[in-house]
T-cell receptor
Framework: TQLLEQSPQFLSIQEGENLTVYCNSSSVFSSLQWYRQEPGEGPVLLVT?????EVKKLKRLTFQFGDARKDSSLHITAAQPGDTGLYLCAGIQGAQKLVFGQGTRLTINP | IAGITQAPTSQILAAGRRMTLRCTQD?????MYWYRQDLGLGLRLIHYSNTAGTTGKGEVPDGYSVSRANTDDFPLTLASAVPSQTSVYFC???????????????FGEGSRLTVL
């Protein structure tokens, strides 16, 4: 059982469309992170959200932390082929364990 | 620009053999981690180290061991490899020890290990 459940696991859309990826848990997290991973590379941090209800924007990407700090979402506006990749959410469990969701593999078709 | 260097990039290994994956960072980060990444399971923590001389167990530590003799190096050893250890292994580091507030993890490019 995954502590952090991401949905959908796979998403393929056309360039210019909007999309939302979700990261859900039954546990409360003090903060959550979103990483993006490209083939053959390690994940790279996109954002950290720390306050319930917080919204952060990174160009066309909007990240939201749920009010109860159990879930987060990533919304991409006008997706571009360069957005293609594996998107991972991560949160702290216990004193030292950063746990990851299983990831959402996003493909943007030209 | 270096950051985190992992070696080897890829390795095919016979079951029962011993294997050490190397990880070196040049950012003087205190904390280092080893994750394995498997399709549908995401990244799972194997072992971590908060500082040189200390290590701790993650979610899936069985069959793996680590050491942290100095700040820069954090090797991962498979004493007797089994096919279920076929995976992509990522080493990561962070400046601060993970606590209530998350610091950024910096990842290497991964080591793809196949155990036959």
């Amino acid at each position: 059982t995954q502590l952090l459940e991401q949905s959908p696991q796979f998403l393929s859309i056309q360039e210019g469309e909007n999309l939302t990826v979700y990261c859900n848990s039954s546990s409360v997290f003090s903060s959550l992170q979103w990483y993006r991973q490209e083939p053959g590379e390690g994940p790279v941090l996109l954002v950290t959200v720390v306050t319930g209800g917080e919204v952060k924007k990174l160009k066309r990407l909007t990240f939201q932390f749920g009010d109860a700090r159990k879930d987060s979402s990533l919304h991409i506006t006008a997706a571009q082929p360069g957005d293609t990749g594996l998107y991972l959410c991560a949160g702290i469990q216990g004193a030292q364990k950063l746990v990851f969701g299983q990831g959402t593999r996003l493909t943007i078709n030209p | 620009i270096a950051g985190i260097t992992q070696a080897p990039t890829s390795q095919i290994l016979a079951a029962g053999r011993r294997m050490t994956l190397r990880c070196t960072q040049d950012m003087r980060h205190n904390a280092m981690y080893w994750y394995r990444q498997d399709l549908g399971l995401g990244l799972r923590l194997i072992h971590y180290s908060n500082t040189a001389g200390t290590t701790g167990k993650g979610e899936v530590p069985d069959g793996y061991s680590v050491s942290r003799a100095n700040t820069d190096d954090f090797p991962l050893t498979l004493a007797s490899a089994v096919p279920s250890q076929t995976s992509v292994y990522f080493c990561a580091s962070s400046l601060l020890r993970l606590a209530a507030k998350l610091g950024e993890l910096f990842f290497g490019e991964g080591s793809r290990l196949t155990v036959l």
